[in-house]
């Protein structure tokens, strides 16, 4: 009970992992696979903004620039990727997409962040605990929002198995593995590195996609997934850690120095104070202590 009420926090993240996992089939109606694993990584620039602001992580110039050639790389995969006006789908891009995509970045950034807050502030207890935690908070979430939809469409659509087959069970058994493996990183690493790493599965998505789907593989997703992981050479590089590390290494010299410095200026004052205390001792004793 204790463990229980010390993770807490992580109802926080699992309401809004509960919100994104409804998110990424919306995304499924306008953008293929692999595009939405593209505009997936947009929620590295996110997450390293909210993880300056809320958890005051310091990141390097030559990561800044990584991300920023991250940005590049996705933005490559989609100029003029598909048809104006249309996905891979023959869809309409209307505003609800990119209202959708805006929710699809923003929310699981935050849940994210928060998740790794919440996981690394009770860092002793045991991880599968905390999973036990989290996905039980998302289970509960999960069927209030089942029962809202009962509410509102009828009974019928309580049926939660409907609909289902053997493939969406294993996308259910793939997605849960997928956040248990998720929970090691955002405890045991990093949340950028999670991110990162997700764009190692991206161009085994493309292709994929490509031979369940028929997508064409574009040049444009070549050269994007290229400028993506030079990317993330880039900012996990010993370069990029080296500066940050030689900075903290002058930081902590000026402030030696300062100390040394402070002490040095401490000494003095206290010998000229001695010099001058024995200086009046030395003159008062040599005038008489009555008039003559």
């Not at 996609?209 to 994007?224: I, P």
């Amino acid at each position: 009970m204790q463990a229980a009420r010390n993770n807490v926090l992580l109802a926080v993240p699992a309401l809004l992992y509960a919100i994104n996992n409804y998110l990424k089939f919306i995304m499924q109606l306008y953008f293929n696979p692999a595009t939405v694993k593209m505009l997936s990584n947009l929620k590295v620039l996110v997450i390293a903004v909210l993880l300056k602001i809320i958890m005051r992580r310091r990141f390097s110039v030559i990561q800044w620039e990584a991300l920023a050639l991250l940005l590049i790389g996705i933005s490559v995969n989609q100029l003029r990727s598909l048809p104006e006006g249309t996905t891979a789908l023959g869809l309409h891009v209307t505003m609800g997409a990119y209202i959708y995509t805006l929710i699809f970045v923003t929310v699981p950034s935050l849940a994210s962040v928060y998740n790794e807050y919440a996981l690394k502030s009770q860092y002793e207890t045991s991880i599968y605990l905390q999973n036990l935690f989290l996905y039980g908070y998302g289970a509960i979430f999960n069927f209030l929002a089942i029962l809202g939809t009962a509410v509102v469409k009828g009974p019928s659509s309580f049926d939660i198995l409907q609909g289902h087959s053997k493939a969406t069970m294993f996308l259910i058994c793939n997605n849960a593995a997928q956040g248990i493996l998720s929970s090691f990183f955002f405890k045991y690493a990093d949340t950028i590195l999670k991110k990162y790493s997700s764009t190692v599965a991206t161009i085994f998505t493309g292709i994929a996609s490509a031979a369940l789907f028929g997508h064409t593989l574009t040049m444009n997703f070549v050269l994007g997934i290229s400028i993506v992981f030079i990317s993330m050479h880039q900012f996990f590089s010993p370069i990029s850690k080296v500066k940050d590390e030689q900075q903290n290494g002058k930081l902590e010299l000026v402030k030696h120095q300062d100390n040394h410095r402070s002490k040095e200026s401490f000494i003095d004052m206290a010998a000229g104070a001695n010099e001058e205390a024995s200086h009046r001792v030395g003159s008062d004793e040599r005038q008489p202590l009555l008039p003559t």
